[in-house]
Nanobody, 126 residues
């Protein structure tokens, strides 16, 4: 089992920044690809970003590319996502997720991921 705990959400004005964190425990963190998903009411969880075991390979949703950065520190069993130039469309509950491995399009699907955190709320005001 892998336990994931997100933090860092909050209320921010459009154009502002937030940094989300996800602390992992349980099985070796470096064995897992890590992802971030966003969910809004009435919708399924949508892929935002993911990072490979070492942090050297990343994928982003088109809508956040060049504004969000995902990174990890395996020594601290933590994955982050720096979000800048936030828009109202970025609001939602952000979930951290873990999977042993994924490639290509399968990384975009929430069903690919094995473990999930409880989520952290991001609200963007105009």
């Amino acid at each position: 089992q892998v336990q994931l705990v997100e933090s860092g959400g909050g209320l921010v004005q459009a154009g502002g920044s937030l940094r989300l964190s996800c602390a992992a425990s349980g099985r070796p963190f470096s064995n897992y690809y890590m992802g971030w998903f966003r969910q809004t009411p009435g919708k399924e969880r949508a892929f935002v970003a993911r990072v490979s075991w070492s942090g050297g390979n990343t994928q982003y949703a088109f809508s956040v590319k060049d504004r969000f950065t995902i990174a990890r520190d395996n020594a601290k069993s933590t994955v982050w996502m720096q979000m800048i130039r936030l828009r109202q469309g970025d609001k939602g509950v952000y979930y951290c997720a873990a999977v042993i491995y994924c490639s290509g399009d399968e990384c975009y699907r929430s069903g690919t991921y094995e473990y999930w955190g409880q989520g952290t709320q991001v609200t963007v005001s105009s």
